[in-house]
């Protein structure tokens, strides 16, 4: 996974997930997340919690994702912060992150609201264990390739350029 990255600032959150998975066998603990270890992802990194109705509610946002939505993502549903058009798929990829579970890789690009260039970004996904053991968490972050030209509206819709899944055993290998 870390060899898809192509920014290098998401490199230190995977390094990070994959030392503790290495150190415990299994897949990490939310508690046992130290930023420290991955402080020049934390701009770009978020945390979802998987609520009980089956829906997915931002537990912690990072700075690029407030300047590209203009408001903290940080106790919002998917709902509220998705489009339409997005909603099913981004859904659809926690969905699979948490239940296989897998690691994601996408580069995406996004269409912007008043027709400026496209941005194009990576993101991964990996699943996180809540205190009780079970997988109810994923760890995240998004990076673009430069600075959205369109800061603060979001995305009207998004292509998926490239996406790999990765299989938690292999990804300790």
Known sequence: MVDD?????????????????????TVPAL?????????P?????????????????FRLSGEAL???????????????VFPDVTLPGVSASTH?????????YQSMTARMPDWTE????????LP??????RIAHMLGATLFEKPPAYNGKGSIDTALDTEHWYDISDLAA
Request: no cysteine; net charge positive; hydrophobic share 40%.
């Open 5 to 25: 990255l192509r920014l290098p600032s998401l490199r230190p959150l995977v390094q990070h997930w994959l030392a503790l998975y290495r150190a415990s066998g």
């Open 31 to 39: 508690q046992d997340l130290d930023a420290l270890h991955f402080a």
């Open 41 to 57: 992802s934390m701009r770009h990194a978020w945390i979802i919690d998987a609520e009980a109705d089956g829906g997915f509610r």
């Open 66 to 80: 407030i300047e590209w939505y203009g408001f903290s993502l940080k106790g919002k549903r998917y709902e509220e």
């Open 96 to 104: 699979r992150v948490l239940n296989t579970p897998a690691g994601v």
């Open 118 to 125: 496209p941005a194009r970004y990576e993101r991964i996904g």
């Open 128 to 133: 996180l264990r809540n205190s009780s053991g």
